[in-house]
């Protein structure tokens, strides 16, 4: 149930000063479909990125690449490269720090140059800057590397087998991490249970493909890194680039130019700013370094591919009485965040339905492939394809309606999970309903489709923002400030949150002037510049609406209650009458209607002849949540959001294609703040979903090296791809966030790839366990079938 008409405001309209309004339970600014403050710049080009910038005497850099997937470096000779001319500088392992670096704190297993050896085909060797980018490919062409090829570890499965290589030393049988957590009496669950089953799902990698390149301008000057980056954490760069080079966080600055897309790639330092940082230092030139396409796909940091075996225990009904899953994750060659994705793959698992015995097994493995890390629904949506595939599984061995088992299974609003998540608001039970309603499911299960067709469920359910923050501090989560100008016609929001493309900048603004009772039109934002703005730890975890929106409402509505008294004075209201308001720039007594209205702009202005400046800060720190087992931190948040998407499709059976004719999403989201951006939002993790499903996958030849690394051959849906998507927002409302907001940024992509699995096993009675579900594999599991049925199995 909704609690909006708890938080109602005034719609009103001024005619020659006299005020006329009436009481609606709506908002004067937050819940409208508001213009982006970007869209006029990156809709005409005139948007400027981290690659398109110029700054006088800027030299181009490089890295030099690994060509083996494991291989000790036995010498390094630059020698012919610094001949060249245009070459100022040539730099390898003994040029830079030896401290190794990540972005997971518990995993720190990277160099900026390998100094032994090299651990997957991209791995850095050494790095050039040039007077342009043609001679930086001559200068690396001229880097003469001796290797000594070792076997490699190309194959997560066998990693952990007696005899392989090891990828680092220190780390036997290639385990990254493992993960073994129980909770509840497992062993007595599936005793009791009426029916046990056990299913094993495979996944593929994946990578993000944000249409910005990585880039990096770097200027060392002195004692003072100055990096404009293509990042979605100005802060988390700033703290590892000092920490890299023994540096005070003072005496780096991160500058955030517009970034064209993230999704979890863009989280960390890579080897460009590190190297960029020391060929400028080496140069005393600015220096600009950027990925290729095939870089960025050797960089990585994509989806992780697993083996996901799960066994669940039910009654006769349906009711889960206890799930074991035991997952296998192939990390490539360092940690990056992927300690983290690891827990996350099983710990978000509880969330959308409520059962009491639970036991995770989990291993992430190094090999000799590009490393893995976060990807939009971190670590979630291949294991909640093979849970989704896994229950309609049990649905079909016990005659039991797909949407029936989930409603039977939902979370229900405040309740804790297995492992401990405390979850306040949740509509998933009305989202389900709501899903079969739009679907017209009952109907199509009762009088059945057309040969060939058929309908699939799933839900999701992700974090909205992350309970910790990636390395251990006591920082608050967000802050921010707004400076309202002198005469009071702008107001500046401050804040080092990150605008990638979500809409993140404009959404924040709404939420600043609403708090404020200001214009949205007037708002002005500072953004992503550790010197001049506010902390905040940046666009990660589905987390900047509701961490740097608390930040954005008590900064704003500090500047209202400095506005009031003003006006309270200026309007000659006594002191005890504060029954006074402003809304959208219009200052008004509530009850003394005749009293004349005051604008934003005249008092503000007022108040900075009598007081100085207008400015209010405002601060939010999540509460602590989680239990205190080992990796309970992994999946806390002050709020869940969850959702259901169903499709339709439609097979040929000769060729295994899969034609989408309808797509549903229904979403417990909170209140929107932006309808049109929210649905950008969801729409975008269609995409994102429907492409892992269907046609997405990193490939490799036999020697780890990627074949299909451009945008032409790693196969992504187009426009004419997408399905038609009907969307629906159930009511609801998160009392722990700001206006009761919740996360739509990640969550839309964790059904996607199950509901699309139990669609196309309706359609053609064939059950498809393998990501991607392409028309080969479709195709495939049609002929098994069909052998199947002729073998009389």
Not at 150 to 159: M, N
Not at 544 to 552: D, H, I, K, P
Not at 573 to 585: R, S, W
Request: with cysteine; net charge neutral.
């Amino acid at each position: 149930m909704s609690n909006e008409t708890n938080v109602s405001k005034y719609q009103f309209t001024l005619d020659n000063k006299k005020l006329h309004f009436d009481m609606k339970p709506e908002y004067a600014v937050v819940g409208k479909s508001k213009p982006r403050l970007d869209g006029v710049e990156k809709a005409t080009g005139a948007a400027k990125y981290a690659g398109d910038l110029k700054f006088p005497n800027m030299l181009y850099g490089k890295i030099l690449y690994s060509p083996h997937a494991h291989a000790k470096i036995l010498s390094i000779d630059t020698s012919e490269a610094e001949k060249i001319p245009g070459v100022k500088a040539v730099i390898t392992s003994k040029d830079v720090p030896d401290l190794k670096y990540g972005i997971s704190p518990a995993r720190w297993d990277e160099n900026i140059l390998c100094i032994d050896k090299v651990r997957y085909v991209g791995d850095k060797v050494a790095a050039v800057a040039c007077v342009d980018e043609e001679t930086c490919y001559k200068a690396m062409k001229a880097i003469k590397v001796e290797y000594e090829v070792l076997p490699a570890v190309l194959d997560y499965r066998h990693a952990m087998d007696e005899g392989m290589p090891l990828v680092h030393e220190n780390y036997p049988r290639n385990i990254n991490t493992e993960i073994h957590q129980e909770f509840g009496d497992l062993e007595k669950a599936f005793k009791e249970a009426y029916h046990v089953r056990k299913d094993v799902f495979s996944g593929v990698r994946a990578y993000q493909c944000p249409i910005e390149r990585h880039s990096a301008m770097c200027i060392w000057k002195e004692d003072k890194i100055t990096i404009y980056p293509s990042t979605q954490s100005a802060h988390y760069f700033q703290y590892y680039v000092a920490r890299e080079f023994g540096l005070k966080m003072g005496q780096v600055r991160i500058v955030m130019p517009y970034v064209g897309g993230g999704f979890g790639g863009k989280l960390e330092p890579t080897g460009l700013e590190f190297c960029g940082s020391v060929l400028s230092k080496v140069t005393g030139r600015p220096v600009l370094m950027s990925y290729d396409r095939l870089e960025m796909f050797q960089h990585n940091r994509g989806r992780h591919q697993g083996t996901y075996e799960i066994t669940t225990g039910v009654d006769k009904n349906g009711k889960i009485l206890g799930c074991h899953t035991n997952f296998l994750l192939d990390g490539g060659a360092y940690t990056s965040l992927g300690i983290a994705t690891a827990y996350y793959a099983g710990a978000l698992l509880p969330l959308t339905y409520e059962f009491d015995n639970y036991k995770f097994d989990c291993y992430r493995m190094y090999t000799n492939m590009p490393a893995c890390g976060a990807h939009r629904g971190h670590g979630a949506p291949q294991p909640k394809y093979a849970f989704e595939s896994h229950l309609d599984n049990i649905a079909k061995d016990l005659g039991i309606d797909p949407v029936d088992i989930r409603l039977i299974n939902a979370r229900k609003p405040n309740t804790t999970t297995v492992n401990g998540f405390g979850i306040q608001s949740c509509e998933l039970t009305a989202c389900l309903e709501k899903a079969a309603e739009m679907m017209n499911w009952r109907e199509k299960k009762k009088n059945g489709l057309p040969k060939g067709r058929g309908i699939g469920i799933a839900t999701g359910s992700f974090v909205t923002g992350a309970g910790y923050p990636i390395y251990r501090n006591d920082w608050p989560s967000a802050s921010c400030m707004i400076r309202v100008n002198e005469d009071g016609t702008s107001a500046t929001l401050y804040t080092m949150s990150a605008e990638i493309g979500q809409g993140s900048n404009t959404v924040l603004c709404q939420m600043a002037a609403e708090a404020m009772g200001y214009r949205y039109e007037n708002m002005k934002i500072v953004a992503g510049d550790t010197e001049t703005t506010p902390l905040d730890f940046g666009a990660y975890s589905s987390r900047q609406t509701l961490f740097s929106g608390w930040a954005v409402k008590r900064a704003g509505e500090k500047i209202k209650a400095a506005i009031l008294e003003t006006a309270a004075f200026m309007m000659n209201l006594p002191n005890e009458d504060m029954d006074i308001d402003c809304v959208e720039g219009v200052i008004f007594s509530k009850s003394r209607p005749k009293v004349p209205t005051l604008t934003f702009e005249e008092v503000a202005s007022r108040y900075f002849k009598l007081k100085g400046p207008l400015v209010a800060t405002g601060v939010y720190t999540v509460h602590r949540t989680g239990g205190y087992h080992k990796g309970a931190a992994v999946g806390t948040s002050p709020a869940y959001s969850f959702n259901v998407q169903g499709a339709e499709v439609e097979i040929d059976e000769e060729t295994g294609k899969i034609d989408c004719k309808e797509f549903w999403d229904v979403h417990d989201c909170g209140k929107v703040m932006n309808p049109v951006l929210m649905e950008g939002q969801v729409h975008g993790s269609l995409y994102m979903g429907v492409g892992e499903t269907i046609w997405e996958q990193v490939q490799f030849d036999e020697n780890g090296k990627i074949v299909n690394g451009s945008l032409g051959g790693y196969l992504m849906p187009t426009a004419l791809d997408m399905p038609h998507v009907n969307t629906f927002r159930v009511p609801s409302y998160e009392p722990v966030a700001p206006w009761g907001v919740k996360e739509v940024g990640e969550g839309s992509t964790n059904p996607t790839m199950g509901c699309f699995r139990n669609a196309i096993v309706d359609a053609v009675g064939a059950s498809v366990n393998k990501l991607p579900l392409n028309y080969e594999h479709v195709w495939r599991a049609i002929q098994e079938k069909k052998k199947k049925e002729a073998e009389g199995k």
